[in-house]
């Protein structure tokens, strides 16, 4: 019946990591490693770790009409996700400037360029994508006005799925919207504002809930996950891994649960299998890079 399991609608980014003894204090420069460049954004990462599970999944962002625009069209075509959504143009593509020190402590800046150009005429523009899809799939590296605008292009029977990242305030239409809500503990706190008096994830959930999810889902990094809905609040548990570079687990994780929330699973069942998936992420460097296929994760 729907042409999507999943479709993301969100940023894109090219990653431009350079290695640093030491990352550079005001009005200094340093020497770095090679440049290496990476496919990212929250966006771009769910829709490559969907598909890469086999969830028929769309994009819709906007990229650059330039050299990591194309990059990133590239990595979403090579992982199997349809780009006809991916408007070109406006401003040049997504880039975050990162610097990386020996320790692991990195310096990051960000120019939303394209996916700041991503307007909700552009999403209004998108009809048939959300009509075309089960489940519906964002984050808030776009601007927020879009966000709103895609919790109202939404059909009665799709879903919504939203991870607040990086973090703000929410209007009350798009909390109400959320099946689940996705956060980590910073996400948490600063949704629930003066509202978070508690250092308990049960606590979190208990008063997220009350501001209008459907449902949320805290993630706890290797202590696994939490979901709650108004039929109560139960743990998920983390597989044990040796992590090695826990860049997009939370990307991994949210791509996950919603393609298997859209493929019926219970909420407790998909968390259950996007704490795999999480997991499998953790064990490889970088970010789309790190994703597995369904066989690895039954493998794990
Ligand atoms: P974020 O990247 O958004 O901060 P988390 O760090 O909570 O998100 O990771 C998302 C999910 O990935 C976790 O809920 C967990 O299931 C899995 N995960 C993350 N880190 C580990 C780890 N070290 N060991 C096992 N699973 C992990």
């Known amino acids: 019946m729907y042409d999507y399991d999943l479709l993301v609608v969100g940023s894109a980014n090219a990653d431009l990591v350079i290695g640093v003894e030491r990352r550079p204090g005001a009005g200094e420069t340093v020497l770095g490693s090679d440049l290496a460049v990476h496919p990212g954004g929250k966006g771009a990462n769910q829709a490559v770790a969907a598909a890469r599970l086999g969830s028929r999944t769309a994009l819709l962002a906007r990229v650059g009409d330039d050299a990591y625009g194309r990059l990133l069209l590239d990595s979403q075509r090579e992982a199997g996700v ?5 408007l070109v143009g406006g401003a040049p593509t997504g880039v975050a400037l990162i610097t990386v020190d020996p320790s692991g402590d990195n310096s990051i800046v960000v120019s939303p360029g394209a996916n700041g150009r991503l307007a909700p005429a552009d999403v209004r523009a998108a009809a048939c994508l959300f009509h075309a899809s089960r489940v519906i799939s964002t984050q808030l590296e776009i601007p927020l006005d879009s966000v709103v605008e895609v919790v109202r292009s939404l059909t009665p029977d799709s879903r919504f799925v939203l991870n607040p990242s990086p973090p703000q305030p929410l209007p009350p239409e798009v909390l109400a919207a959320c099946d689940p809500l996705i956060v980590n503990e910073h996400e948490a706190k600063v949704v629930l504002g003066d509202a978070c008096v508690s250092e308990q994830p049960e606590d979190w959930a208990r008063l997220l809930l009350a501001k209008g999810p459907r449902s949320v889902v805290v993630t706890l990094g ?14 998920v548990s983390s597989v044990k891994v040796d992590a090695v570079d826990t860049t997009g687990a939370g990307d991994a994780f949210t791509a996950a649960l919603a393609f298997r929330l859209g493929a019926g699973a219970s909420l407790a069942e998909a968390a259950a299998y996007a704490a795999r998936v999480g997991a499998a992420a953790v064990t490889r460097e970088g970010a789309q890079e790190s994703f597995p296929t369904a066989e690895e994760v039954d493998a794990l």
Do not use: F, K
């Not at 996950?225 to 109560?232: F, K, T």
């Open 82 to 86: 349809d780009t006809v959504g991916v």
């Open 222 to 235: 290797a202590e696994g996950a939490l979901v709650a809905s108004p039929d109560g609040t139960a743990r």
